[in-house]
């Protein structure tokens, strides 16, 4: 199979797997922007990955170009979990949804819906993928180093 990005999805919210694999990097860019508006500890994330993709846009082309950015803002969220401190953590977190709703909450549950969104739905790409018969080792991450 070539790439699967714009893989039509039947039974998902999610039409392709491109606009899951969006969503995820969409809500993590959203996230990141609030948190680090609590504890910057000198990062920058607009400047460092751009301005964060409007969620229900299209904003990769294909997985490759995903991937790259995909990595991007991985190495920004553990540069930017490196840096927190345990004050931070009793700071509240402010967040508008997209219904209007303004969420605060203190930063470490907000963490915790975080890393919680995105296993959600990276355990929706590995089904996706077994699936598709692509390997994907997503149960096994213990093995990694």
């Known amino acids: 199979m070539g790439d699967p990005f714009g893989h039509a999805l039947g039974g998902y919210f999610f039409t ?4 899951l694999l969006e969503h995820i990097f969409v809500s993590d860019m959203n996230w990141m922007g609030e948190f680090l508006a609590v ?10 990955l751009g301005k964060p993709p409007e969620q229900g846009k299209r ?3 294909d997985f490759a170009t995903y991937r790259a950015a995909r990595e991007r803002l991985d190495d920004f969220i553990v540069a930017c979990m490196a840096r927190l401190e345990d004050a931070d953590l009793q700071k509240t977190v ?16 907000a963490l915790i819906h975080f890393f919680n969104h995105q296993t959600h739905h990276r355990g929706q790409v590995s089904d ?10 997503y149960s ?3 093995f990694l180093e």
């Open 59 to 61: 904003a990769f082309g």
């Open 39 to 48: 504890a910057d500890h000198g990062l920058d994330l607009a400047g460092e």
């Open 128 to 137: 996706i993928l077994d699936n598709l018969k692509i390997e994907n080792n």
């Open 140 to 142: 096994n991450m213990i």
């Open 16 to 19: 392709s797997l491109g606009q």
């Open 94 to 109: 402010s967040r508008m949804t997209r219904q209007g709703i303004r969420l605060e909450r203190e930063v470490w549950k």
